[in-house]
């Protein structure tokens, strides 16, 4: 069998370490893939957002199924493309795709199917914005309507931070079209929890629970990134809070975008906060988190590609979704400067990894040589019997890993262990 997956980053590699794992996996096309060398998998330059260049590939190739996996590619309709081609695709359709493409559009839809989430208000012009800000109770998170490459989430704590944000966001045009309509929303307290769900468009069948890390520095504080580092499970996530999810949340939203004609087949992220055995959406994705993805399909023990295939055919009700009861670690390895400015072209030495799978980003291939090419360059992940041997044994590993201005958090998962042991 011949696979396309579209995108090229840890997500990406992650998927495809995972489809590796079936024997039935002839060929993997990756467009534009990591780029680092791997059996049966084969790399093509093609930017996931090319549409001619990629539907040209795949007139002149055998493709059997075709994964569609960053945010901009699903958003801007290339599933609709390949379905064109009659080509099986796991992703969902342009219309479905709205649910991360918009915030406003997923604010409206939880607002109307009673979907519980934080108030907010959405403006297009900055002064009427400005002048809500007179309403509001600080802190507040500003956010730009559309994709803004995780980093169009502004926490402000005051009046002042709010009115710099809207501005830049709004009439800077900081993430062009993406930022020229912005939400305002309540600030919640509480943990976040990440769930990725594979939906069918009817069923809908959730992964481990995780916890992302979304600053870039130790204690939560600085800049947001794409992600940092994630746990799983989520110690948060309790049969409790799992109940009230799926009586209030998952179904509801699976059900909420059928009844608006955008029936939903893919990977679903649900952004969650907790507070009070309770939860709250605070974002949807319409794909695999990053690098959520990285931390939990290792935590599944079914076949990717025929749950994958299920979904695409609107038929997971039939395939099993295994999990295993071990925990598991990720963490990011970024270049010096990240999320902002920082170099390139550095050369990467890796030793040998006693206890973690490492999944390639930013990085590049010269013969035999890796180098730096990203702001997020690699991840390392590890499965153990215990959240904290798991975290113990990443750090380990990441001591076998170099290259200059390189950094990484060094307290992924310490805040979950610590309330863990206090009984929080």
């Known amino acids: 069998m011949n696979i396309l997956i579209i995108g090229g980053g840890g997500r990406e590699d992650a998927i495809i370490n995972k489809l590796l794992e079936n024997s039935e996996v002839e060929k993997i096309f990756a467009l534009p893939g990591t780029g680092v060398k791997k059996d049966r998998v084969f790399n093509f330059d093609i930017d996931a957002t090319d549409f001619p260049r990629i539907i040209e590939f795949c007139k002149n190739h055998i493709i059997d199924f075709a994964i569609v996996s960053p945010d901009n590619p699903l958003v801007l309709g290339l599933v609709d493309e390949l379905e064109k081609l009659n080509i099986l695709t796991f992703g969902p359709n342009k219309r479905a795709a709205i649910i991360e493409g918009s915030k406003s559009f997923s604010k409206e839809l939880m607002k109307k199917y009673n ?10 012009d900055s002064e009427l914005a400005i002048k809500y800000l007179d309403e509001c109770k600080f802190p507040i998170v500003i956010k730009a309507d559309g994709l803004a490459l995780g980093k169009g989430v502004v926490i402000c704590e005051s009046k002042d931070t709010a ?17 020229s309509k912005i939400i305002i929303e309540e600030f919640l307290t509480g943990f976040e929890v990440s769930i990725l769900a594979f939906c069918d468009g009817k069923t809908l069948k959730p992964l481990v629970s995780s916890m992302d890390h979304k600053r870039i520095g130790d204690g939560d504080v600085g800049l947001n990134t794409g992600g940092m580092g994630v746990i799983a499970p989520n110690p948060y996530y309790s049969d409790k809070v799992k109940t009230y999810c799926e009586e209030n949340i998952f179904q509801k939203t ?11 087949k893919g990977c679903l992220y649900f952004g969650l906060i907790i507070e009070n055995e309770k939860a709250k959406v605070i974002e949807y994705n319409c794909r695999f988190g990053d690098p959520e993805a990285q931390t939990v399909l290792p935590l599944l023990e079914s076949d990717l590609l025929s749950i994958m295939m299920a979904t695409s055919k609107g038929e997971i009700d039939k395939v099993d979704v295994k999990l295993s009861n071990k925990a598991a670690c990720n963490l990011v390895v970024a270049s010096g400067g990240y999320p902002t400015n920082y170099e390139k072209n550095k050369k990467i030495t890796i030793k040998s990894l006693t206890n973690s799978k490492i999944y390639f980003a930013g990085v590049k291939q010269q013969n035999d040589q890796l180098f730096t090419n990203g702001g997020r360059v690699l991840s390392l992940t590890c499965v153990s019997d215990s959240l904290e041997d798991a975290i113990n044994k990443v750090y380990e590993d990441v001591k076998n890993i170099d290259f200059e201005k390189m950094y990484y958090r060094k307290d992924i998962g310490q805040k979950a262990l610590l309330n863990k042991k206090l009984g929080k």
């Open 115 to 124: 979907i519980p989430t934080a108030a907010y208000q959405s403006f297009s």
């Open 163 to 179: 009115k710099d944000t809207i501005i830049d966001f709004i009439d800077n045009k900081k993430f062009s079209k993406s930022s």
């Open 254 to 264: 699976i059900d909420a975008m059928r009844c608006e004609n955008r029936e939903f």
